[in-house]
């Protein structure tokens, strides 16, 4: 097991429908991977709601989730970034 | 100015969704009593489930037009639940369109609300609740586009009651402006090819001793048929299906082998488990068609070409990956392997052979008589002598779902309809009727069981109603046969839930609802009738099954599909446990 800790940066377009809809949509997804979800920040930043999301988990899985997410429709973009355990105030329980 | 109803209706029928499977509620009246001036063709199905049903079905045969279910809020939303499941687990095209209670009372636990969009969030490819009555030809063409387009799906339309008598000026924007000014996260189109990884795949190909190529439902919403035939033939490699890819290709080509997996074809999952390299085109490698991921992978090579990119390593870590259109992926890797071999083999690998010899030995044993009356596999030779290559066939889930797949052949690809992925008991019929509708001209039969049909089976009033000719062969031996047979092999004879006693007695069923039925004695009796059926009549074929009759081979759920796993007789499950 080589759990570390993974921001994912989720841009969702807001302009139909507020982008609510679009962040439930993701949480679907989130909600049924194999990670452990820590926390969530969203922005309005307009036509776009700016998620970011920190989880851990095996670096396969985290790929994994993040082109679950990718395919949604109402996502514009992803990034996920891994964070250094020294730089975050929470800690990765195997 | 139009009216929202009208609008929809409209956009409807610019964007080719002409045939509707519903039913009326308070919360679209307001849409059905636009209709008459629609050329939309609405059918009344008996429960939503068969709405949902016939609609995904449709899809499945028109592949670029899906098939559209109208429900109201509430208890008709939540009815279509199944339906939609089962047509995402499938990546069936396919358009609901649900009546919401007005925008005054929502969220309020109003008459019949539900909040529909976020039920079915994680079964829908994508949703929408309408909030704005003017964008209406956006949402259908949205809907239309991404239902159909990429990995296939369904597309729910929520739409406030109190929309359908607000007027607005109709304006159907252009394809690009849906996809720029609407859904600009959406790419209808899968990314080119990696060449250097078909250039990778094709090595691994050409080089390996015992290549397999494993086909999907991909295939065929792909159109890849041809592509992966002209691999193999290349090759000399045999071709083995998922359930879902047994649509795909013909099982009269020298090189398919069949279905693999739970109770695949024993040739098929001799040689799927043997191979060096294999070839996945358009399968999510379902556990049940492999059994055990790790035992699986094991000796293998895995090349997995699939449109959606979270599908590659999902169960299985590939060797190589390849994102994008089968069709066009599978030819590119034909041309590098054709160059690399400087021209196509002459013979057939070995692995064929073994493979043909091993099934040689286990059909010996699996075709032996045994139980009462007319066995499974020579009623289901007779329906394919029968019935023309390009009729249709749809299943229900369950024995006779198994049975089908075993021994119905299908000769033309499209031509086999089932539900592989969420395993839906009732979908055959419905299905049955949503295929009748997409493709009038051809003979279509529904493959069934007596628990399966039952499900939904009111729907037998469509047929008289509408004189939509389809016939149904019910298995019909008094119980939830696989349910009785798992309980028989693997959880100690203890038969619970299992017996459907008090069945009707289904001819007399079908003739209630204006429909003929027979219960065939004979094979000579059952020819008679299924050729009835390929000549366009509607019938109910009650086919009276010992149900001692175990459906073989198995391979018991969670053990890989090795040889030394296949089940050929009941004996050979002693002692195990799931």
Redesign the interface.
């Known amino acids: 097991m080589n759990v570390k800790l993974y921001q994912i940066k989720v841009s ?2 807001a ?3 507020g982008g609510l ?1 679009g962040l ?2 993701s949480m ?1 997804v989130i909600r ?1 991977a194999p990670v452990i979800f820590h926390e969530m920040a969203v922005v309005d930043a307009g036509v776009t709601k700016e998620v970011s999301l920190t989880v851990s988990g095996e670096e ?1 899985d985290v790929r ?1 989730l993040v ?2 997410i ?7 973009e992803v990034s996920v970034n891994e964070i250094p355990e020294e730089v975050s105030r929470i800690k990765v329980v195997v | 100015m139009m009216y929202v109803a009208d609008a929809l209706l409209k956009a409807m029928e610019e964007v080719g969704l002409k045939d509707v499977f519903g039913i009326p509620g308070s919360a679209n009246l307001g849409l059905y009593e636009k209709i008459p001036d629609h050329d939309v063709n609405v059918i009344l199905m008996r429960h939503e489930q068969g709405a949902a049903h016939a609609a995904d079905a449709y899809g499945r045969v028109k592949r670029k037009v899906p098939g559209v279910a109208f429900a109201t809020s509430g208890p008709g939303a939540t009815n279509l639940v199944t339906g939609i499941a089962t047509a995402y687990m499938d990546s069936a095209p396919m358009i609901a369109i649900t009546g919401q209670v007005p925008t005054t009372v929502m969220g309020r636990d109003a008459f019949q609300e539900t909040d529909v ?2 039920v079915t ?2 079964i829908t ?5 309408v ?1 704005k009555p003017e ?1 209406i030809p956006w949402f259908v063409k949205a809907a239309k586009i ?1 239902a159909v387009t990429h990995r296939p799906g369904p597309v729910l339309l929520d739409i406030p009651r109190n929309f359908w008598n607000v007027e607005i000026e109709y304006y159907m924007p252009s394809d690009e402006e849906i996809l720029k ?6 790419t209808p189109n899968p990314p080119p090819p990696d060449m250097q990884k078909v250039a990778m795949a094709a090595k691994l190909l050409a080089e390996a001793e015992s290549p397999v190529i494993l086909v999907g439902g991909g295939v065929w919403w792909s159109g890849a048929t041809q592509e992966v035939l002209n691999l193999a033939e290349i090759l000399m490699a045999p071709v083995v299906t998922t359930l879902m890819g047994k649509t795909a290709v013909p099982a009269d080509h020298p090189l398919v082998l069949g279905h693999a997996g739970m109770h695949g074809r024993p040739e098929a999952n001799y040689a799927l488990y043997h191979a060096d390299v294999v070839l996945a085109v358009g399968t999510r490698f379902s556990d049940r068609t492999v059994g055990n991921f790790e035992e699986f992978k094991k000796g293998k090579k895995i090349i997995h070409i699939d449109i ?3 599908e590659i ?2 169960n299985i ?1 590939p060797e190589v990956g390849i994102v994008g259109d089968a069709k066009e992926i599978v030819r590119l890797i034909g041309e590098r392997v054709l160059e690399i071999l400087k021209g196509p083999r002459k013979d057939e690998l070995p692995i064929i052979k073994k493979a043909k010899e091993f099934a040689e030995y286990a059909w010996n044993e699996l075709l032996k008589e045994r139980g009462r009356g007319l066995k499974p596999w020579k009623v289901l030779k007779i329906v394919r002598e029968e019935l023309p290559k390009h009729a249709i066939v749809t299943t229900g889930v369950g024995g006779h779902q198994m049975w089908a797949a075993l021994h119905y052949k299908v000769l033309e690809a499209g031509t086999y309809i089932t539900s592989g992925g969420l395993g839906t008991m009732g979908f055959g019929f419905p299905a049955a009727i949503g295929a009748k509708v997409a493709a009038p001209e051809r003979p279509v039969l529904d493959i069934d069981g007596d628990g399966s049909f039952l499900m939904t089976s009111q729907n037998l009033a469509v047929l008289t109603q509408y004189n939509i000719n389809v016939g149904v062969l019910i298995f019909d031996n008094g119980s939830l046969q696989l349910i009785r047979q798992w309980q028989d092999l693997f959880f100690g004879k203890r038969r619970v839930g299992e017996n459907l006693a008090y069945l009707p007695d289904f001819v007399k069923m079908a003739e209630s609802f204006g429909v003929a039925g027979v219960r065939p004695e004979s094979y000579e009796e059952m020819r008679e009738a299924i050729r009835r059926i390929a000549n366009g009549e509607s019938l109910i074929i009650d086919y009276i099954v010992d149900p001692d009759i175990m459906v073989m081979p198995m391979v018991p759920p969670g053990k890989v599909i090795a040889p030394e796993n296949i089940i050929l007789t009941p004996e050979q499950a002693k002692g195990i446990r799931v």
């Open positions: 969702i377009y302009a139909v429908d809809d439930v949509r679907h049924k396969r994994w082109k679950k990718e395919k949604l429709v109402d996502v514009l | 969009v976020g969030m994680p490819k994508h949703n929408f609740l909030r964008q991404i000014a609407f859904i600009p996260g959406y959606d990119a979270s390593g999902k870590e």
